[in-house]
């Protein structure tokens, strides 16, 4: 078990830069998640750490010690593929077993050691089948324990849930945190998708375009996102335009065209300087929409015409109209949503917003 | 008509034009080469027509029709083997080509475009006593008189390469093409060098390719007159020269169609034999 660094990390291919000065620390023993959608430069971070690619500048260094030029065998990191990368030619013993023949592991514990793989993934009576006789999810923790039977110095997970139905994802996130919180490995999770990340992780590195937008616990950057990216990338957020009056120690004071005076605490405004233009971002599921003319103590409201209604059940999602803008709600209900075309008031607690200096 | 019985009728009427082009040109004129097998040739010249084994006793029985025999399966084994040797290194070079595999492709199909007598026929222009190769070593001053370097087992096996390799390269490339190139990072990660990758992963699943290739190249090379014909010397010929010499030269049908009737159960037996021992279908299942 290793921290991985990553010390001014720059990635070209060509002409185009995959990724931009990163640095990086995964301390040991943490799931950390880089999240961010296709082609933000997460997959390339995560196969210069493995060594499948090597970095143009800067530093990979694994448990203290750069490993730039440890070619990827000697470099111990087990590495979960998106496609599984099962060897189809061999039994699932074998597969798991493949990392264990170039360990000085003794011939007789071998086969102790790829039960107890097994066991641990929960598929104990699979081992002489062939991986094309086992289901997508099966595979999925085969190719787990063929990564953790060799107790790696960190694991690499690329997406391994995305080739996976919805069910069975949720099912193996579950899975996955119950065996790193078990054998406490120091793990990297490549992801696009928030609700994994958001799940599963210690901490969240979320990239766009080949630069980390923010770091930080899952709580932190869903609550208080460093920029407009990371606010829309994790769920939906509305970001209103807004003008700081001033900032001390108790927060900021927001004027805003929408909603008037905001008042947000310190720890949300942060990201505020002092006096000037800002942005306040408002998540979707904390703006609540009310009946008409509604004040309820504490919240702050403005009035609204209800646009699209996206009913799901337990929730539904408002398209909302407030003065000139369009605005999301995401809101629990009991029985039947605000009809659309309908007047209504949209209201939320100045602590659910937060606030971002303009770009 | 019933969907059912359309769907079972679908591949008939798919099958046809093939099915039809395969009796009509295969199948009827080997059965009769089969009849021809059991005429026989009387002094005058003039086929007798009956059922008579003299034909096929004198295939089986002269040792030397056997020895010619083995010698073809010799010299189409080394032939096979050479092509797997240098097939497939160019084909995984072509599989793991990243853009320009179309490009490559198409050079390996452009002998192709060439027919295979003139491509035989080329290396007298290189390595005759006036060849490209002959000229060059003599202008260097290497030699002082011309090398006899044709007319040998070894230009006929030159040939045979020269005729053969690509569809070995092919076999193994499109076996290679289709391996998951993630499978290999997997070894490496797991602690493999990539020669031990490759030979823990990427040959044993293109296996099926090199199989492929080697039974095309053995079975083309076995069945070949061309190339001892115009690369071989008067101790080179191979079996289908006998064919070639009893039916053109000799004109004596009923004899050649025994010997091509031979070679033919000959080669069908050791396609079953190498299916059976080679485990395919074992291998097959794995890969699903």
Known sequence: ?359 | MSVEARERRQPWILLSPALTAITLLLFIPLVFIAVYSFWLRTATGADQVGFFLDNWQEALTDRFYRDILLYTLKIAAITTILCAVMGYPAAYFIARSKGNKAILLLLLMLPFWISYIIRTMSWINILGVSGALNTFLLWIGIIDEPLQMLYNQATVVLGLIHFLLPFMVLNVFVSLDGIDETLEDAANSLGATRWQAFLQVTLPLSLPGLAAGGLLCFVLGAGTYITPLVLGGPSDAMFANLVFEAIITQLNWPLGSALSLMLLVVLGLLVMVYNRYLGMAQLMKGLG
Do not use: W
């Open chain 1, 1 to 359: 078990m290793s921290s991985v660094t990553l010390k001014n990390i720059v990635k070209r291919f060509g002409s185009f830069t995959a990724v931009h000065q990163t640095d990086l620390e995964i301390p040991e023993g943490a799931f950390v998640t880089l999240l961010g959608p296709s082609g933000c430069g997460k997959t390339t971070n995560l196969r210069m750490i493995a060594g499948l690619l090597d970095p143009t500048e800067g530093e990979i260094l694994i448990g203290g010690k750069r490993v730039n030029d440890v070619p990827i065998h000697k470099r111990n990191l087990g590495i979960v593929f998106q496609n599984y990368a099962l060897f189809p030619h061999k039994t699932v013993a074998d597969n798991i077993a493949f990392g264990l023949k170039y360990r000085d592991v003794p011939k007789d514990q071998i086969a102790g050691k790829v039960q107890d793989a097994l066991d641990l993934v929960q598929l104990p009576d699979v081992g002489s089948r062939y991986p094309k006789e086992l289901s997508g999810g099966q595979q999925q923790r085969i190719a787990l324990a063929r990564a953790i039977v060799i107790e790696p110095d960190v694991l690499l997970l690329d997406e391994p849930l995305s080739a996976l139905d919805a069910n069975l994802r949720e099912d193996m996130r579950v899975e996955l945190k119950r065996i790193q919180d078990q054998i406490g490995v120091t793990t990297l999770f490549v992801t696009h998708d928030q609700s994994e990340a958001l799940a599963m992780s210690d901490q969240i590195v979320v990239m766009s375009a080949g630069r980390v937008e923010q770091v930080g616990a899952p709580e932190e950057v869903y609550n208080n996102p460093a920029s407009e990216f990371v606010a829309n990338f994790l769920g939906a957020s509305n970001v209103i335009d807004a003008e700081c009056r001033a900032k001390n120690a108790e927060g900021a004071q927001l004027d805003t065209p929408l909603f008037g005076k905001v008042t947000l605490p310190a720890e949300k405004s942060v990201r505020l300087s002092g006096a000037g233009p800002a942005k306040l971002v408002l998540r979707a599921e904390k703006l609540q929409v009310m009946e008409e003319g509604a004040a309820p103590e504490g919240l702050i409201t403005a009035p609204a015409t209800i646009e699209t209604v996206d009913y799901q059940g337990q929730t539904v999602r408002y398209f909302v109209r407030v003065g000139d803008a369009q605005l999301q709600a995401l809101n629990m209900i009991d029985e039947r949503p605000f009809e659309k075309g309908s007047a209504a008031t949209v209201g939320f607690r100045p602590q659910d917003g937060s606030a971002l200096a303009p770009a």
